[in-house]
């Protein structure tokens, strides 16, 4: 009697230390998938749907070495309507190819990842020369509303 006694409890214990990591990997997948789609986005030259990926939110950031950007709509902008924008990334050639190497990707809480990276991004330059960039990026990624969107970035 005793022994079924501790081999219940055992049992129950098991399920709740487990559970947590299964329920990491669940969302860390899904940031992964979202990454993937983001990236498949920027290389089929669709702004609009690589930007679906980040959190439709006026408290969304993106920071680069020109600064701070504080919205979606900004962030958009950003990307869209600014001359710079279609000088440096004009439709799909313009934008290059974008590859991803994911350093770290760890779920912080129940509802938000945190992502470090690099990047590498080759593309036709205006002159029709080879131009590569390479950077870091960390991302903080969180469950809004049933979808893991981006809430920070820093990219340099």
Known sequence: MRYRFYLVICCVFGLFITRPTAHAQSATQA?????????????????ERFMEYYWKSDKMKFVSAAGLNQGWQ?????????????????GKEGM?????????????????????????LERTGPNG???????WY????????GRWVIVADHTS
């Open 138 to 145: 960390s991302l903080v990624w969180q469950k809004v509303k």
């Open 129 to 135: 020369e080879k131009e590569e960039f390479r950077g």
């Open 31 to 47: 940031v992964q998938v979202a990454l993937d789609a983001q990236l498949a986005a920027w290389n089929q030259g669709n702004i």
């Open 74 to 90: 900004a962030t958009l902008d950003r990307y869209r309507k600014r001359d710079r924008y279609r000088k440096r990334y004009p």
């Open 96 to 120: 290059g190819k974008l590859q991803f190497e994911v350093v770290s990707n760890e779920q912080i809480d129940k509802k938000t990842c945190f992502v470090v990276g690099k990047f590498f």
